[in-house]
């Protein structure tokens, strides 16, 4: 019996993840379908490129010959929802998978006829970076009647917004292939991000500074799939919060930046997230959360909301990061945000303490709320 997997996704656009991914299955399997949506529902508020495009990127990727690139989904009417798919092709091949990365297992049990899924198909589970699933969650699936099969390999993490990202920064090639970048380069496309990047050189950030940004962005991509957040929010959140790294006291006031009086009396290693959010008003930011989430990325505070412990630990736990304890911070974060701050606060009075230097007193409020309530 041939095993024949499902692929499925916006692919706006086709990612190197995907490609990587698609390669990976074709190994693997028989046949591997690849399903765009024409709408998926967890996107039905975001503009996507047209279905032709996507085929047609999808199609100058030039996979090996047992991949078949499917319309099914984008000439249909409507939300693109997975079971209908596995209804079309369960009538041809009795053996079914369907690809998921473990990101999506959160939330497996919600989707559309969740128990013909569980019927009728095996999922096929990608470890993805920095998605750790516990093994009870797996069991609560499994008595639900979900069937698992394990891939032996780790899947590359990209999605849309990083691309996104990568086109902000200059590094398209990073997130797409060659023909790909290409056309998006050509038509201008997925630059909602480039009129805060742009800003960088007025405000002279450093180009450390500017890939240790990039870095922080793809991060709180990621954490904000896996706590379902609003990726935009933290995606400008990100782009903001380092934005005042090197512009002094003085050259505040020089440039007419409003700042209240904690700014004016923070530890000078602190100031840049004030400055930070004074920049990001000046320059049109109007979300509170998001500027919150840039005022306090650097101490923390009691009490934080969902985006400001996103940014928070974003800026820790970036992959340039490599100080000892950062891979429990990773983990605990990918459990709650709550518990990421726990290991990050931790961390972070243990070392000031050993260093035997002051704590800004926000830092040791943090502290106190999230490691000893």
């Not at 003085?250 to 409003?258: I, N, Y």
């Not at 990421?340 to 709320?369: C, F, Q, W």
């Amino acid at each position: 019996m041939e095993r024949v997997v499902i692929f499925g996704g916006s692919f706006d656009p086709p990612t190197n993840a995907h490609v990587a991914l698609i390669g990976e299955l074709s190994a693997r399997f028989d046949r591997v379908i690849v399903v765009p949506s024409r709408v998926s529902p967890f996107k039905t508020d975001v503009k996507a490129l047209d279905g032709k495009e996507r085929m047609e990127l999808l199609a100058s990727c030039r996979f090996p010959s047992n991949v078949e690139i499917s319309d099914c989904e984008i000439a249909s009417e409507g939300v693109s929802y997975t079971y209908l798919t596995v209804e079309k092709y369960k009538k041809i091949y009795p053996e079914l998978y369907f690809c998921v990365g473990t990101d999506m297992l959160y939330t497996l049990d919600k989707w559309k006829n969740a128990g013909y899924l569980a019927e009728n198909v095996i999922f096929y589970v990608v470890k993805r970076p920095f998605y750790d699933v516990s093994a009870e969650h797996i069991e609560r699936l499994e008595k639900f009647g979900f069937k698992f099969e394990s891939a032996p390999f780790v899947g590359e993490d990209g999605s849309s917004s990083e691309v996104k990202i990568a086109v902000a920064f200059d590094r398209v090639s990073d997130a797409v292939p060659a023909k790909i970048a290409e056309y998006i380069t050509e038509n201008s496309l997925y630059r909602a991000y480039c009129p805060i990047t742009a800003l960088y050189g007025k405000y002279g950030l450093k180009q450390t500074r500017i890939e240790h940004t990039y870095r922080v962005a793809k991060q709180a991509v990621v954490l904000a799939r896996i706590h379902s957040l609003d990726a935009d929010k933290a995606i400008r959140a990100a782009l903001w919060h380092d934005i005042g790294k090197y512009v002094s006291l003085e050259r505040a006031k020089q440039l007419g930046l409003s700042l209240d009086e904690a700014a004016q009396e923070c530890p000078e290693a602190v100031l840049h997230s004030f400055v930070g959010e004074a920049i990001a008003r000046r320059e049109g930011e109007k979300d509170e959360e998001v500027l919150g989430a840039v005022r306090n990325h650097t101490c923390g505070k009691r009490n934080m909301s969902p985006l400001e412990m996103l940014i928070y630990l974003a800026d820790m736990t970036e992959e340039g990061r490599a100080f000892e304890g950062v891979d429990e911070i990773r983990r605990a974060q990918s459990r709650s945000l709550e518990e990421g701050m726990r290991a990050a606060l931790e961390h972070t009075v243990s070392y000031l303490r050993g260093k035997d230097r002051n704590i800004y007193s926000p830092t040791l409020e943090a502290y106190d709320y999230y490691c000893k309530k």
